[in-house]
């Protein structure tokens, strides 16, 4: 019987495949400039990336004649809640300051 | 992707009076954070706010202050995580004043968000485990379902 969830346990139990998230955490790249960071050949890189997209880790983007590869949503989740937050966060911290400078100038 | 915030409000005051509440501890606290803020460049601070368990913050703000140009541009990093020192929001404050007839413009640019430190990488891992954890209840539970009957 197939066992996904054990299957994608063993996608990032391998250090090549990790290594390729990590180098994806900092910017999206296609193949040829993935493969530059291992000693293995490109088709093995191409390989893992392979399994990584399987499990959902990656996707791949077309970018013209490229092949880009890039994290998958919930990371990208994860920046955007902090934009929002932060976001609300100032707008309500500038208004305080708008309030207390009010204040400030009737005392 | 967009990965800053931009926010551009107008006071009735002067930029001197903006001033004094962007560069003076006890100023600051009456608006922003509880901090302990010196106007000296490389100066290090920190604000203190409640911890936001959504956003995996433990609601201390380390900064340092990068630059100052006297009434004009003010800025500070701006880094947070978890805690136990790990940081996974790494960004970049910067304020600058702009003198108006009658008050100041004052633009807020916060810059910078990505993920450092690889924390999408042990949100998703952890994610994995989790689930694997819950498959492995179920099989368990399965065995003994069928073991008892």
Known sequence: MRTPTLDAFQVIAD???????????????????LAENFEMSRPAVSKHIKVLQT???ISIQERGRERYCV????????????????????????????????????? | MRTEIKH???Y???????????????LIALWLMPNNFQAVVGYEFEFHTNPIPSLELDGIFYCKVLEIVPLKK???????????????????VEWTLEKQDNGTILNLKHSGFKV??????????????????????????????????
Not at chain 1, 15 to 33: F, G
Not at chain 1, 85 to 91: C, I
């Open chain 1, 15 to 33: 250090p090549s495949r990790r290594k390729i998230l990590h180098l994806l955490t900092q910017d999206s790249y296609n193949i040829n400039t």
């Open chain 1, 71 to 107: 994290l998958s949503h919930e990371g990208f989740n994860e920046i955007n809640n902090w934009l929002n937050h932060f976001d609300k966060f100032w707008n309500n911290k500038l208004k305080n300051l708008e309030t207390v400078l009010r204040t400030k100038n009737t005392n």
């Open chain 2, 116 to 149: 450092e430190n690889y924390s999408i990488l042990t949100g998703m891992i952890d994610g994995w485990l989790k689930n694997i954890q819950k498959m492995l209840n179920q099989l368990n539970k399965n065995k003994n379902e069928n073991t008892n009957s």
């Open chain 1, 55 to 57: 499990a959902g880790f």
């Open chain 2, 8 to 10: 551009r409000w107008v």
């Open chain 2, 74 to 92: 003010l800025s500070y990093s701006w880094k947070g995580g978890p805690g136990n020192g790990i940081i996974t929001l790494d960004t970049l």
């Open chain 2, 12 to 26: 009735e005051q002067s930029p001197n009076e903006i001033w004094e509440y962007l560069t003076q501890s006890e």
